[in-house]
C-alpha cells in the first residue's frame, strides 16, 4: 500500500512540473532575451525531469 501511494505521488509531482515547466515558457512580449533564456533553461529542466517522473510512475503501476 505505501508503494502505491509512493507511486501516485511521484505521479503527480511530476504531472505539477511538466506544468509548472509550461508556465514557465509563457513569456509576455516585452521580456528581455535574458530573462527568456533563462526561463526557457529551467522550463526544459522541468519539463524532463517531470516526465521522467510521469514515465516512471506509470511504469511501476
Known sequence: MY???LI???GITGLLLVLSAYYLLWI???TGLSE???RTRYA???????GLMV???IYRR
Open 3 to 5: 508503494k502505491t501511494i
Open 8 to 10: 501516485k505521488l511521484t
Open 28 to 30: 509576455p512580449p516585452e
Open 36 to 38: 527568456v533564456m533563462t
Open 44 to 50: 526544459i529542466v522541468l519539463n524532463l525531469s517531470g
Open 55 to 57: 514515465v516512471y510512475s
